[in-house]
């Protein structure tokens, strides 16, 4: 099982945490509570979203390239078609989406 490392943020999480996940379909779908759903950022970067997530009034979470996004995120890496290990840092992630402490 190959396991990427990711950012996660909760709704209740000011900025996220870098951690580990499982790169599987039904783990990404655990940890965003549904069908998953991807939004580009750049072309090595890609949010993981609940697809369902505003229709289900899943808790906001944030809001970035003018979307509300609501429920669990993860920011992942992609390489190719796959998702990879995040090539940003915490202090770029912190930039990039005006996450603050």
């Not at 783990?27 to 970067?45: K, Y």
């Not at 997530?53 to 890496?77: H, K, M, Q, S, V």
Request: glycine share 10%; with cysteine.
């Amino acid at each position: 099982m190959t396991r990427i490392k990711v950012i996660i943020k909760r709704p209740d999480e000011p900025v996220g945490h870098m951690t580990f996940i499982s790169n599987t379909l039904k783990n990404l779908q655990n940890t965003v509570d549904g069908p998953i759903e991807t939004v580009t950022v750049s072309e090595d970067l890609v949010i993981i979203c609940n697809e369902n997530g505003r229709l289900l009034w899943l808790p906001y979470n944030c809001t970035f390239g003018g979307g509300d996004f609501c429920g669990t995120l993860i920011f992942a890496g992609v390489s190719g078609d796959d998702f990879a290990d995040i090539t940003i840092s915490m202090k770029e992630y912190r930039a990039l989406f005006g996450f603050q402490d």
